[in-house]
């Protein structure tokens, strides 16, 4: 097991949700935390209350689809403590609804600009800083959308994919140097995600029935273990794992599934 004690964190996405949950975590293990999101206000009541406990912390403002943002993130992390030996790569928004209800603009161009590309542009930029140093582990927050592709979240899935490949090919090509890359695909959790993602009557009526949530805390702690006991995945909770073989050998069966699904909910609306 590593000990992260006094290790420089990067977090995106650090303002709500698993992002703020994993401060907290990884502050109670001893690690300098660099915090980015938009919301400044927020990620500054945050180190205030990180620092009240004895911890380290800046907030530093970033639109991950801001390419002068994620730069000056990096720099300012990199001027001030000299490496980064932890990004934990996890801002995201999402969409629940019809495919031919998302907009051109934020439902489709916005969202893979920032699950996809703004994660690999952040990625981009810290990697120079870890080859430099010789190793680093950069820990990617996909989803288990990012696995198997259920209706109503079309675009949010192909980002989530896209999110996976990136992880394991850049895994392959760091690893030889001393870096580390991992996935953590997560099922529904409760967080704030669900106030970001626009609502829509589809979203409205399934959202009652995901009655089997995970607690942010509980997926932030497990990013932290996978930090200390770095692996290539982390499926949570792990019987998706199972669902998600089952997609890969019946893929007949389960487009059968959702076909029922996606005609039942059609004619309800
Ligand atoms: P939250 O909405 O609570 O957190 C999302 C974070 O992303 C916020 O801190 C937000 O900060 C940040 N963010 C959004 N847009 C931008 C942007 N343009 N630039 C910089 N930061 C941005 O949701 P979660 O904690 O649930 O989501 C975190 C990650 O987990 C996402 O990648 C999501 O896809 C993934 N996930 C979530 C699941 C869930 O059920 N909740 C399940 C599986 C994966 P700000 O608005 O201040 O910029």
């Known amino acids: 097991m590593i000990s992260l004690e006094n290790k420089v964190v990067l977090i995106t996405g650090a303002s709500s949700g698993f992002g703020e949950d994993a401060a907290w975590f990884f502050s109670a293990e001893g690690c300098k935390l660099v915090l980015a999101a938009r919301r400044i206000d927020r990620l500054q009541t945050l180190v205030s209350r990180i620092q009240d406990e004895g911890g380290e912390a ?105 999110v996976r490949a990136f992880t394991d090919a850049l895994r392959r090509e760091v690893a030889p140097l001393g870096i580390k890359v991992s996935g953590i695909y997560p099922g529904p959790a409760s967080t704030e995600f669900g106030e970001h993602i626009g609502r829509s009557e589809a979203y409205g009526s399934i959202r009652s029935r995901i009655r089997m949530r995970m607690s942010s805390e509980y997926v932030a702690r497990r990013v932290v273990d996978v930090a200390k006991r770095p692996r290539r995945s982390l499926v949570i909770p792990w019987w998706f794992r199972i669902v998600t073989i089952f997609d890969m050998l019946f893929p007949v069966v389960v487009d059968w599934i959702t076909y029922i699904f996606s005609k039942f909910k059609h004619k309800l609306e």
């Open 58 to 162: 800046i907030a530093i403002p970033m639109d991950i689809t801001n390419a002068d943002d994620i730069e000056n993130m990096v720099q300012s992390a990199v001027a001030l403590y000299d490496r980064i030996d932890i990004l934990f790569n996890n801002a995201g928004i999402g969409r629940v609804d019809w495919f031919e209800n998302h907009t051109p603009e934020r439902d489709i161009d916005l969202l893979i600009r920032v699950n996809l590309i703004g994660l690999m542009q952040v990625t981009r930029s810290v990697l120079p800083q870890m080859l430099e140093q010789g190793n680093g582990h950069i820990i990617n927050m996909a989803s288990v959308a990012g696995l198997i592709s259920p209706p109503l979240i079309a675009s949010y899935s192909a980002s989530k994919f896209g």
